[in-house]
């Protein structure tokens, strides 16, 4: 069973689409979290939901919006999506806000050409 | 991430000790991680350790921790080349923070 899952596995657009990436997490977690890591490997939250509520929300450009229906699911979307937008974009999901492990997904490696 | 700093790269030989080290700058997290991520993967947590103790041991893994000095390593013993992979030392202090990630290349 795949505790966190997100999909698509790899996305290739073009430059100026719009764009979204599923997230799932079946651990009965309360805390959701949208990483970007980049080409040198580094990784930045974005965005962190605890209990579908925004808690975390860091200097990232208005063109991405997350969205979270409910507990179990965190979803990105992307608007006119530029060449530095390609990166490798993992969710994530922890059972509380804070002082807990968290469980990633495989992650979805966006490119835009 | 700012509040976690890592060295970037460690090149170490098949079954001779790797050491990676990590600084925070200020952290009441309760617990501070490490993970390993492999090419092409997510990441996955290694171990942890409970910010009151000095060290953890788990196996081939050591965790030690200098609160004073705010200063985290993990030391793998008998590295292997299954233990090619970048590690992040992270805090979750209501921000799930990582540090750089640091590159072990095992060499044979």
């Known amino acids: 069973d795949t505790a966190v899952s997100q999909t698509p596995k790899y996305l290739v657009t073009q430059m100026g689409n719009d764009k979204s990436i599923k997230c799932e997490q079946n651990?009965?977690?309360?805390?959701m979290y949208w990483y970007k890591q980049d080409s040198k490997k580094f990784l930045k939250i974005m965005f962190s939901?605890?209990?579908?509520?925004?808690?975390i929300n860091e200097t990232v450009p208005n063109r991405f919006s997350p969205k979270s229906p409910d507990k179990a699911h965190l979803n990105l979307h992307i608007n006119s999506l530029e060449l530095g937008d390609s990166a490798v974009y993992f969710c994530?999901?922890?059972?509380?806000?804070?002082?807990?492990?968290?469980?990633f997904g495989q992650g979805t490696r966006l490119t835009v050409v | 991430g700012e509040d976690v700093e890592q060295s970037l790269f460690l090149s170490v030989r098949e079954g001779d000790s790797s050491v990676i080290n990590c600084t925070y700058t200020?952290?009441?997290?309760?617990?501070l991680y490490w993970y390993k991520q492999e090419p092409g993967a997510g990441l996955q947590l290694l171990t942890y350790?409970?910010?009151?103790?000095d060290m953890k041991q788990d196996q081939r893994l050591t965790v030690l921790l200098n609160k004073k000095d705010k200063h985290l390593s993990l030391r793998i013993a008998d590295t292997q080349t299954g233990d090619s992979a970048i590690y992040f030392c992270?805090?979750?202090?209501?921000?799930?923070?990582f540090g750089a990630g640091t590159t072990v290349t095992v060499r044979a």
């Open positions: 994530a999901s922890s059972l509380r806000r804070r002082d807990t492990e968290a469980f």
């Open positions: 651990l009965g977690h309360d805390t």
């Open positions: 939901y605890n209990n579908k509520e925004l808690i």
């Open positions: 200020d952290s009441s997290s309760t617990y």
């Open positions: 350790i409970f910010s009151n103790m």
């Open positions: 992270a805090e979750n202090d209501y921000k799930l923070s």
